[in-house]
C-alpha cells in the first residue's frame, strides 16, 4: 500500500473508534436516546405511539386493563382475532366510534398483520390525536400473539 | 492537462476545497447529531442495511462528519479526514444511486431530517464533484495552511 494511503487509513481508523465513542457516549447520555440495535418493526410502523411486548399486552390482557383494536379489514377479523378485540378501521368514522376511550383510563392497544402493522400505527396516531393517552401498538401484530399461544377467538 | 494539474496542486486552491467539504460536512452532521432517530429513518429508507446496522450508523456517522470536517478544515489528521470523507461520499454516492434505480421516492437526509430534498441526479452530481475534491486533498494535500507543522 503506498504510503499516503496507510497513513490515510490508520488515520482513518482512529477517527472512526473516536467518532464512535463520542456518539455512543452522547446517546447515552441522552434523555431520548435511541437503543444501539434498531427493531425492524419500528421502522416499519410510522406511530408516535409506544410498541408493546405480546407478553405485557397478556399480562394486561388477563388483568383486564387494555382494550385491543384490531386494525385489519372486517373479512380477516371475522376469520380470527385476539379474544376480545373490535375491530376499528383506521379511519375518522372508525375512530369516532371508540371516542369514548380518550375519557377513559384504560390502555389501548391497537394491532395488524405483522405484514400491514402500518395500519395499526395510523390507528394509533389518530387515538392519540383525539387525546387518548395509553395507545399502543402489538409489537409481533397478531401473527406474535398468536405465535405465543395466547387466546384467540376464531370464527363469527 | 498541465494547467489543470498546476491549479489542482495551488495550496490556496486545496484550501479551498478543504474549507467547503469541511463546512459541508458540519453542516450536515448538526441535525443528524440532533435527531439521531430521524437520521436512523433516513437510513432506513434507502432499504441498504440490515435493521441491526441502522442505529449504529445513525449514531457514529454524523460524529464522523462532524470531526472530519472540523478537522479536514484544520489540516489535521489531513489524510485521514480527506480519506473519510471521499469514503462516505462513494457510500453516499452507491446509495443515491441504488435509490435511483429502484425508483425510492424518499428524502436523501442530507442536511436536514424533515422534509429535505428527494434523491436526485443533482445529488449525485455534487456528491461526485465532492468526492473528486476529498481525492485531491488526500493525494496532493500538504501542511499548507493548516494548524499542524508537517501534516503531511
Not at chain 1, 43 to 71: C, I, K, P, Q, W
Not at chain 1, 105 to 112: G, S
Request: proline share 3%; hydrophobic share 55%; glycine share 10%.
Amino acid at each position: 500500500m503506498k504510503p499516503i494511503l496507510r497513513r490515510a487509513v490508520i488515520e482513518g481508523i482512529i477517527l472512526v473508534v473516536v467518532s464512535a465513542i463520542a456518539g455512543f457516549a452522547v446517546n447515552h447520555a441522552r434523555t431520548e436516546g435511541i437503543p444501539l440495535i434498531a427493531d425492524a418493526e419500528a421502522f416499519r410502523v410510522r406511530t408516535d405511539a409506544e410498541f408493546m411486548s405480546t407478553e405485557d399486552a397478556f399480562r394486561l390482557f388477563e388483568e383486564g386493563t387494555a382494550v385491543f383494536l384490531d386494525a385489519r379489514g372486517p373479512d380477516l377479523f371475522a376469520v380470527e382475532r385476539i379474544e376480545g378485540a373490535m375491530n376499528i378501521a383506521p379511519s375518522a368514522e372508525g375512530v369516532e366510534s371508540v371516542a369514548w376511550l380518550a375519557g377513559a383510563d384504560i390502555r389501548v392497544i391497537c394491532y395488524a398483520c405483522e405484514e400491514n402493522q402500518r395500519e395499526a400505527g395510523v390507528l394509533a396516531d389518530m387515538l392519540l390525536e383525539i387525546g387518548c393517552s395509553q395507545v399502543y401498538v402489538l409489537h409481533g401484530g397478531i401473527e406474535g400473539w398468536k405465535d405465543s399461544g395466547f387466546p384467540m377467538e376464531v370464527g363469527g | 492537462m498541465r494547467l489543470l494539474k498546476l491549479v489542482i496542486s495551488n495550496k490556496y486552491v486545496i484550501f479551498a476545497i478543504r474549507l467547503t467539504l469541511g463546512f459541508v460536512f458540519i453542516y450536515a452532521a448538526i441535525d443528524k447529531i440532533a435527531q439521531p432517530g430521524a437520521f436512523a429513518e433516513n437510513i432506513y429508507n434507502y432499504r441498504m442495511l440490515p435493521h441491526w446496522a441502522i442505529n449504529v450508523m445513525a449514531l457514529v456517522m454524523p460524529w464522523l462528519e462532524l470531526i472530519c470536517g472540523v478537522l479536514i478544515i484544520a489540516g489535521v489528521f489531513l489524510r485521514g479526514s480527506a480519506f473519510l470523507i471521499g469514503l462516505m461520499l462513494g457510500v453516499f454516492i452507491i446509495a443515491i444511486s441504488a435509490a435511483l434505480v429502484r425508483g425510492l421516492d424518499i428524502s436523501c437526509g442530507c442536511f436536514t431530517m424533515e422534509g429535505g430534498h428527494g434523491v436526485a441526479v443533482d445529488l449525485l452530481i455534487r456528491d461526485v464533484l465532492m468526492f473528486a475534491g476529498a481525492a485531491i486533498v488526500l493525494f496532493l494535500g500538504t501542511s499548507a495552511l493548516s494548524l499542524r507543522r508537517g501534516a503531511d
